[in-house]
């Protein structure tokens, strides 16, 4: 039997995430966890990412450049707000097999 998908939430450090939205769907399949702290350290963060099998980033706070990410051999899938992540090592995400997805954005200014 295959041990259960695990996915991580970074950066959250309002604690809402799970709050926002309907994450049944996930949660159903998943197991979930949040972390409400940022972590700087790349050693630090590979050893919190590493039993994950997918990363959820909020926008450009946590970087995941190719020296992370060769890392993280379970790692299949990062989800990113936005429509792009310019922390995310786009190249060596592909060379690994990893898939990155985006949400949607406008680029129109908020009103004042």
Known sequence: MNPPLRVAVLDDYQNVALQMTDWSPVTSRAEVMVFDDHLADEDAL???LAPFDV???MRERTPL???VLHR???L????STGN?????????AAELGI???HTGGSVASTVE
């Not at 792009?84 to 060596?92: E, G, L, T, V």
């Open 99 to 101: 898939h990155v997805s």
């Open 84 to 92: 792009a992540n310019a922390s995310i090592d786009m190249a060596a």
């Open 55 to 57: 990363v959820f980033v």
């Open 46 to 48: 590979v050893a919190r």
């Open 72 to 74: 993280l051999p379970r």
């Open 76 to 79: 299949r899938m990062i989800a």
């Open 65 to 67: 450049p190719r020296s």
